[in-house]
């Protein structure tokens, strides 16, 4: 990537991962991630849109605490006893839980950490009023959860993650693109993955550079209707 297309943004190392960067948008998440010893009840549920971040800063957050992490689908499976003894705990897609054994598993892990002095995070992409939970006592519990949100990003944001997504291909785009790409794309981090892959691809198949061309192309295609 030539040198120039950088900006001005703060920016934290995933120990071992990527740079998480850090924006008006999801500063204050970051910051109760950090502040993780002081957690209410010991317990967050970090809250944002598919691509936000959430899986990034859990690994982070497990690698600094040693927590293990796993996926709310693999719930029924895991061995809850064991998994509660290790300290931190991090379910991811929590709001993907429900079923009565399902509920009543993840129930059973929360007083466990909880009861053994660990600390708990879960992720999902909405708060947890919103999660589709049956069991009372479980859902009072994880709607007296302390939050954190990671917002839609702002445009700094938008930009930080397409040249990282840009590099993470080794495509090389004139610096020029990427306000024009924020302008016109969809606002979210999904999105912005779908495109730069969009962008690639094409890019390959006509075999061509990254220009503002080949991005209008692929916009249109990618949104019909706009």
Known sequence: MSEQLTFDLPQRTAQGRDDFFVSPANALAVAQMDDWQNWPQRKLVLVGPEGAGKTHLTHVWADICGARVINGADILTTDVASLAGGGAVAVENADR???????????????????????LLLTARASPRQWPLALPDLKSRMEATATATLEAPDDALLSALLVKLFTDRQLQVNPTLIPYLVGRMERSFGDAQRLVAALDAAALRENRAVTRGLAAQVLDNLNPDG
Do not use: Q, R, Y
């Not at 009565?100 to 053994?116: C, D, M, Q, R």
């Open 97 to 119: 839980i429900f079923g009565p054994k399902s509920e009543a598993t993840l129930f059973h892990l929360h007083n466990l950490v909880l009861a053994e002095g660990g600390t």
